[in-house]
């Protein structure tokens, strides 16, 4: 006869019991699955403004030894004259390898190194922009290398040429990449006669001269035309004293204002065919979308969700992919712009045989959802996929700082980031049948054809649009 003691009996009891509990409350499906709510909140960022008008967007973050810092100047590229485009790509790369201060190019290099600083340098549409991240150790250095670059660029003609050598040598090898053609050729037909249409040509390049570089810097850096943020490790009172160490003897003074060039909507649409040897063809589809200003900007990102941005829960990827096997990809975006319409763009990639076919199931869609109403369940999901997306655009610290720095920069209301999951959460079916009829019109559109057009161009007619042959040489 076997005799158990009342310890073993115990854990056996228990046992059992953890055994029985765990059985009844396991899902047997997926969709049984429960997860906490998503709570995520905006870390809160200080913002205030130096005596020379600097304006500093902080937030400390000891969870690692380092400090990241942008420096962005309010002024860009945009009014670039047509005979110099080319220019935001050469003041960028020697602003950043061009010396500063007493250093020149490569005492600047080996100096970075020392500090294992990354250093990196962009003069964009709106904005010029340097970004350093370095250990918290090295702060003052890197505000005093950031001092240098801002008031002080070297542009070292050696490092202007190679850059250009550089530029030059992209331009030969911009036709080499069917989608790096379509985007060229749809951004020229969007913006015709436009800083954001233009691209850089041979004489363009050769026209730019380090005077060029010199004016703009010396036209447009001003302490009052300059925002920092700064995150990481650092002590308040401490990044004060060294910021007032490398700016606080930058005067104020009257910067001019950049104009923005105006925009001309297409009112008719055309098809652009560059001929490529290739298998398949690069197809693009856009037109002219909208900024931030605009009311139905929340109600358009869901309407992009459900055209193409959904992936495989859109109804270009459903219809073109799965159910037609004309691509293996296809989407959609808008890009909403911060002061002037972004592009709304669609396309996919498909045999020279199914272009046409693909081109009018595209169609087809959008004419679908201007007239007809989405279900509600469409909404939902592109709803929640906005909502809960929304923290993985904040990838750091950082991150949050330099974008409510941004923010402010473009005039976005104080609440933007708050309040736009609620903002997204009231978009309903009506807003996006609505958004769909005022900025999907495909008399409009722009179409670009990148491939081998032997098999497709007679039937180029059927959509009423007139072609274009495009010489990509």
């Known amino acids: 006869m076997m005799i158990f003691s009342r310890s073993l009996l115990l854990a056996a009891f228990v046992t059992i019991t953890i055994l029985a509990g765990c059985s009844a409350t396991q899902p047997t499906h997926p969709d049984q699955l429960e997860y906490p709510a998503l709570n995520f909140q905006l870390p809160e960022v200080e913002t205030l403004t130096l005596a020379n008008g600097i304006r500093l967007y902080l937030k400390e973050d000891s969870e690692l030894p380092l400090v990241q810092i942008t420096a962005m100047v309010g002024s860009g590229a945009m009014t670039t004259p047509a005979d110099k485009i080319g220019l935001a790509g ?74 250009r050598l550089q530029a030059q040598e992209h331009l030969r090898r911009q036709n080499d990449s069917p989608g790096s053609i379509s985007r060229r050729l749809l951004m020229a037909a969007l913006y015709p006669n436009h800083y954001l249409g233009y691209s850089p040509t041979p004489e ?37 004293t060294l910021l007032n160490d ?51 900007q929340y109600a358009v990102r869901i309407l992009n969700y459900i055209l193409g941005g959904g992936g495989f829960n859109s109804r270009m990827m459903r219809e073109i992919r799965s159910n037609r096997g004309l691509a293996y990809s296809a989407y959609s975006y808008f890009q909403v712009g911060r002061r002037l319409p972004g592009p709304f763009i669609a396309g996919t990639e498909t045999k020279n045989v199914s272009v046409v076919p693909a081109i009018s199931l595209t169609r087809e869609i959008m004419v679908d959802l201007r007239n007809n109403r989405v279900t509600d369940e469409e909404v939902q999901l592109a709803k929640e996929s906005q909502i809960n997306s929304f923290v993985f655009g904040f ?18 209301p104080k609440d933007y980031l708050a309040g736009y999951r609620d903002r997204i959460a009231a978009v309903t079916a009506v807003d996006v049948q609505r958004a769909a009829r005022e900025f999907i019109d495909l008399s409009r559109q722009q179409i670009v054809l990148v491939g081998d057009p032997e098999e497709f161009s007679q039937e180029l007619s059927a959509f009423g649009l007139p072609v274009v042959d495009v010489d990509l040489d």
């Open 90 to 163: 050469l003041f960028g790369s020697t602003w950043r390898t061009g010396g500063a201060g007493d250093r020149t190019p490569e005492e600047l290099d080996e100096y970075l190194d020392f500090l294992a600083a990354d250093l990196s340098a962009s003069l964009g549409p709106y904005t010029a922009k340097l970004n350093i991240s370095l250990r918290s150790e090295d702060l003052q250095n890197g505000l005093a290398v950031l001092g240098d670059l801002l008031r002080r660029p070297m542009f070292a003609e050696k490092r202007l040429e190679l850059a």
């Open 204 to 240: 363009t390049l050769a026209a730019i001269t380090r005077q060029d570089l010199v004016d703009f810097q010396q036209t447009y850096f001003a302490p009052n035309n300059l925002w920092i943020a700064v995150s990481g490790d650092f002590d308040r009172a401490n990044l004060m």
């Open 246 to 296: 490398s700016f606080g003897d930058w005067s104020q003074r009257e910067v001019p204002e950049q104009h923005l060039p105006t925009i001309a909507r297409s009112e008719s649409g055309a098809i652009q065919v560059a001929a490529k040897d290739l298998p398949q063809t690069t197809i693009v589809i856009g037109d002219l979308g909208l900024t931030k200003d605009h009311p139905d």
């Open 395 to 412: 990838e750091n610290t950082h991150s949050v700082v330099s974008r409510q720095m941004s923010l402010a920069f473009f005039d976005y």
